[in-house]
């Protein structure tokens, strides 16, 4: 059995920062790519930033400059700090994890979502 667990999401006003956090547990063997995903009302889901194990960076044009996507792999523990927070980045924010488990099972993992809200 395999968790992602995330944290940090809230009420902001624009211009503010957040900083999220997506934390890995149970049967894990080893960890991919790993990265932040949202879903604002009436749309889609949209991939908002990936890293690497080895920590090379993706994001979507629309975050970058502001967001940073970072990780720790010795505690399984992904981050995605969100600077210059606009209304429109308003969405309930998923972690996702491509994960090899002690069963040497890899999958998809998806946390169960944080709202993230900015608004004045």
């Known amino acids: 059995q395999v968790q992602l667990v995330e944290s940090g999401g809230g009420l902001v006003q624009p211009g503010e920062s957040l900083r999220l956090s997506c934390a890995a547990s149970?049967?894990?063997?080893?960890?991919?790519?790993m990265g932040w995903y949202r879903q604002a009302p009436g749309k889609q889901r949209e991939l908002v930033a990936t890293?690497?194990?080895?920590?090379?960076?993706n994001y979507v044009d629309s975050v970058k400059g502001r967001f940073t996507i970072s990780r720790d792999n010795a505690w399984n523990t992904v981050y995605l700090q969100m600077n210059s927070l606009k209304p429109e980045d308003t969405a309930v924010y998923y972690c996702?994890?491509?994960?090899?488990?002690?069963?040497?099972?890899?999958?998809?993992?998806w946390g169960q979502g944080t709202q993230v809200t900015v608004s004045s």
């Open positions: 996702q994890a491509t994960i090899t488990t002690i069963a040497r099972i890899t999958t998809d993992y």
């Open positions: 149970g049967s894990i063997s080893y960890i991919y790519t």
């Open positions: 890293i690497t194990r080895e920590r090379s960076t």
